[in-house]
């Protein structure tokens, strides 16, 4: 089905709408799962709470982050992404009054595997920003495994099948922050345009501004802003890894004019040589293949391109 979309910036009273809210320290283990399994199944998109990483260490990434982006522009080029490069590592900015571009400033890099870290794109400033960001990793490779494992059990497969699947202990894991200040002209621009992630799934911190909009049932909706949650999306990878049993939602971002929005979004990403399809396992003459099995820089290479893949 073709989606009508919008051409403006739906206004303030967009519905909003309560994605589902899993407890992950409820003792009954089936009950979590049952609930990440149906949430990524209903919705591609839900809430954890009680997830396990220390209050603290949110609020220090937080502050780490909003240190990094009050630096002067100088400063915060010396991690600039490099002119010509066709990988997404380093800071970017597109702050322009200009009907249909995006408004925000964003620092992307890879935290994990460390055969994959270039440490020339985390910044030396603030002092503390590397060891925060590694807690932070240890931390959110836990919390993913945990919901790869959920949702590897949902399709009937050991819990390490979807995680192997991404390529086991070659799975990378992408931080990026994004800045979204003030914008006068909120009508004109969009944080983040309309996708799906094309990574496996994403783990997400934002600040009390709220942004993130979902479609669902024909029609945009806000996400509730959970001071204590963290937000799991599902992402192109898993959907296709699980033959369409998992949905990726299709999201966005909108601004604000006159408060700074931010968030901290760690994506779990397949490494590039692995072949993305639908586990073997899960195809049956009940159950066909929806999906051409492709390595996953070619899906990504086609996907940026907007090239056919299947």
Request: aromatic share 10%; with cysteine.
């Amino acid at each position: 089905m073709e989606i009508e979309r919008d051409q403006h910036i739906s206004p303030p009273s967009l519905l909003a709408e309560t994605i589902p809210i899993i407890d992950l320290s409820n003792l009954d283990e089936e009950l979590v799962a049952r609930a990440v399994v149906q949430a990524s199944e209903e919705w591609g998109i839900f809430h954890v709470v009680n997830h396990g990483i220390p209050l603290d260490l949110i609020r220090r990434l937080k502050e780490v982050g909003t240190q990094f982006f009050e630096l002067p522009e100088t400063e915060k080029k010396a991690v600039a992404k490099q002119d010509g490069s066709k990988d997404f590592e380093g800071y970017t900015t597109n702050l322009k009054y200009v009907e249909g571009e995006v408004w925000t400033e964003n620092l992307f890099h890879r935290i994990w595997p460390p055969s994959c870290i270039n440490f020339n794109y985390w910044p030396k400033n603030p002092p503390q920003y590397r060891e925060v960001i590694e807690e932070y990793t240890e931390e959110t490779t836990k919390l993913s495994e945990r919901i790869l494992g959920y949702l590897s059990e949902g399709l009937g497969l050991p819990r390490e099948a979807l995680i192997q699947g991404l390529g086991g202990e070659s799975t990378e894991y992408v931080m990026r922050m994004n800045n979204y200040p003030p914008d006068p002209k909120p009508d004109l621009t969009l944080g983040v345009p309309e996708h799906t992630d094309i990574i496996g799934i994403t783990i997400i911190i934002t600040n009390e501004v709220p942004g993130l909009q979902i479609f669902k049932d024909d029609r945009w909706f806000d996400v509730h802003y959970i001071p204590s949650a963290i937000t799991v999306n599902i992402g192109d990878q898993i959907m296709r890894l699980s033959n369409g049993k998992y949905k990726n939602v299709l999201h966005r971002a909108i601004v604000d004019k006159e408060k700074q929005r931010m968030s901290w979004p760690v994506f779990v990403d397949a490494n590039p040589d692995v072949v993305i399809g639908p586990l073997p396992e899960l195809i049956t003459g009940d159950n066909p293949s929806k999906f051409k099995p492709i390595t996953c820089k070619d899906f990504k290479y086609r996907r940026l391109l907007k090239l056919p893949i299947e």
